[in-house]
Nanobody, 135 residues
Framework: QVQLVESGGGLVQPGNSLTLSCAAT????????IAWFRQVPGQEREGLSC???????????YYENSVKDRFTISGDNAKSTVYLQINNLKAEDTAVYLC?????????????????????????WGQGTQVTVSA
């Protein structure tokens, strides 16, 4: 069973940085895609970034164009945790940030093509962590 727990959210001032964590329990990250989304009430859930880990290969990160300059995704397989670092936070980054996982050894080409945010049916979701950017 895929279980994910996000953490690291909070109240931050504009311009600061924040690192969110997505801890997986019950499975390792090998051959999984882990994706980060954010949700603002009344708006559609927005895909941000994802990373695919395949056994024996380097991680394949992907970023939506809207976040590629300020967001960095990384993973720690020993901790079964994926991180999302957000730099130069803006008020419009205020949202609930969620991670999701899907067991699927996608190729680098598929990840680079943005498959994470093209209707992928994820196996599990975390409960989310609130990020509020305000002075």
């Amino acid at each position: 069973q895929v279980q994910l727990v996000e953490s690291g959210g909070g109240l931050v001032q504009p311009g600061n940085s924040l690192t969110l964590s997505c801890a997986a329990t019950g499975f390792t990250l090998d051959n999984y895609v882990i994706a980060w989304f954010r949700q603002v009430p009344g708006q559609e859930r927005e895909g941000l970034s994802c990373v695919s880990r395949r056994t024996g290969r380097s991680d394949y990160p992907y970023y939506e164009n809207s976040v590629k300059d300020r967001f960095t995704i990384s993973g720690d397989n020993a901790k079964s945790t994926v991180y999302l670092q957000i730099n130069n936070l803006k008020a419009e980054d205020t949202a609930v940030y969620l991670c999701a996982a899907k067991r699927a050894p996608y190729t680098e080409a598929a990840i680079r093509a943005g498959i994470c945010f093209k209707g992928l049916n994820y196996d599990g979701w975390g409960q989310g962590t609130q990020v509020t950017v305000s002075a």
